[in-house]
DNA sequence: CAGTGGTCTAGACCACCCT
DNA sequence: GGGTGGTCTAGACCACTGG
């Protein structure tokens, strides 16, 4: 690239620009965001080093720890990569360093006024499963199935299929059945406060018929199928399911690189 | 849950196990080991408040810093989220939280020794697409497309599709297309130097009967298909394309809440 | 108002890498 | 050995929250 510019005296121009300490913006963003531009700017072009948190430091006047901060913001946006004893380097632009989170999913499934649950199955299935497998329970060992549809905005948004554990020192089957499907539903709110840990797997799957139409999509439609198995505390599997949600309902996208500087317009 | 254990005098149990300075371990690291099995043991129940940084600073012996890189730790894992003002508070588990990265892809992209790459299509595309589109190119500008097969020891692993923008002021046609062959090929080292930024999208696809071939795949599969655009320094975008794969050779995995002790066995 | 997290200093020492 | 990032101190002040 021709618009690599050059160092002036071995100092990167914008060395310049200086840092107000009594700016609303703290001072180790301040120092991100020049480092940032440096960057972007091709004052530091990808595999070169960054000066030396030391230098940085005294270059504009912060201490060590604030300097310190700075660079990590850039490490945590994926920009640069640290190696001790070696130094900060600039890394290229790839697939590596981009994350996607869910966040699409859970801000629906906090968008509590606009939800509705449709309940389309709730049962004790006391048959063999895969599920009996996951949830390490013996074969004839029932378990609590509940089918559902979440609607946001009157839409249909996803179908979900959880298998928990029935805990034969729960009172009545009816009983357990309502806690279970309360205690799911309140699941909207989004956290469990029994559950120590959890595994999500993210895959992808062909619709069935039934549930093309469910969800209002077309016949032969593929779609996201999140699954999910969660521990309690005694890291015994509790829970085990899954949301079939296509990627129309929850966009999984992921910024990699420089996305300052008003560039968020394009 | 019944395992809640209770505090002791208002100090939680585990205030007695001390931090060994003289570890290898650093000592934010040890306070952010216990305050973890604190939370797993149910010390700090979900919901509930830690005590606050300057506290734990004084009940541990360390200064406010390391108290407060301690929590940093536990609020990068998803387990506590803090607020300003009012204090920090133990998260419940749910999908929120968790982050799904392409490091099963970045890795075998990496292994370049198990690496062979198929060039299916080389050529200059004059015809409209939505690739000009979205290059924001005139229908009519010429753009390089490139379809590759890529092979990790020996087995099918990814289709990769690019079009990327035909620079006019590049030399001939031939020498063009030679040298965006092989530096497609040298993508495989992951990651561009002239690019400043790029979006990722991830999508289902239901693989048609050509690619399903190519991957040795079932005809009718389904299979992520990983979008990007690239944008150059001067912020014009530069290439677009996208992989297919499936998940059974990316697995997306997500791991949420606290996986420490020996768990991980299970 | 008191309590909390957020920022910051001006150093220090350590662990690691490379020459 | 000299340079780098990684940890740590013992405070300080600020910004925000809530009663």
């Given at each position: 690239m021709n618009l690599i510019k050059k160092f002036k005296n071995g100092a990167?121009?914008?060395?310049?620009?200086?840092?107000?300490?009594?700016?609303?913006?703290p001072a180790y963003a301040q120092l991100a965001d020049i480092l940032r531009t440096d960057i972007s700017h091709g004052?530091?072009?990808?595999e070169e080093r960054l000066p030396a948190e030391a230098t940085l430091a005294k270059m504009h006047g912060v201490s060590t720890m604030t300097a310190r901060q700075a660079v990590s913001v850039l490490e945590e946006e994926g920009l640069v990569s640290r190696a001790q004893g070696k130094g900060t380097y600039v890394r290229k632009i790839g697939v590596s360093g981009s994350r996607f989170n869910l966040d699409a999913m859970t801000d629906v499934l906090a968008d509590k006024d606009n939800l509705t649950v449709r309940i389309l199955k709730a049962a004790i299935k006391k048959k063999p499963g895969i599920e009996k497998e996951v949830l390490d329970l013996p074969p004839d060992q029932p378990v609590v199935v509940v089918e559902r549809l979440i609607l946001h905005q009157n839409e249909p948004f996803t179908l979900q299929e959880t298998y928990s554990n029935f805990d034969p020192?729960?009172?009545t089957v009816e009983s357990m059945l309502d806690t279970v499907v309360l205690t799911e539903l309140l699941f909207h709110e989004e956290?469990?406060?029994?559950?120590?840990r959890g595994v999500l797997r993210l895959l992808t799957t062909l619709l069935s018929e039934r549930d093309a139409e469910l969800l209002k999509l077309e016949k032969g439609s593929t779609a996201f199928k999140l699954e999910h198995l969660y521990y309690d505390f005694d890291n015994k599997p509790a829970s085990f399911g899954w949301f079939i949600v296509s990627h129309e309902k929850m966009p999984l996208i992921s910024k990699i690189g420089i996305w300052d500087e008003q560039t968020t317009q394009s």
């Open positions: 990167p121009l914008s060395a310049e620009r200086k840092i107000n300490k009594r700016s609303r913006l004052e530091y072009p990808p020192k729960s009172p956290g469990f406060s029994n559950i120590k």
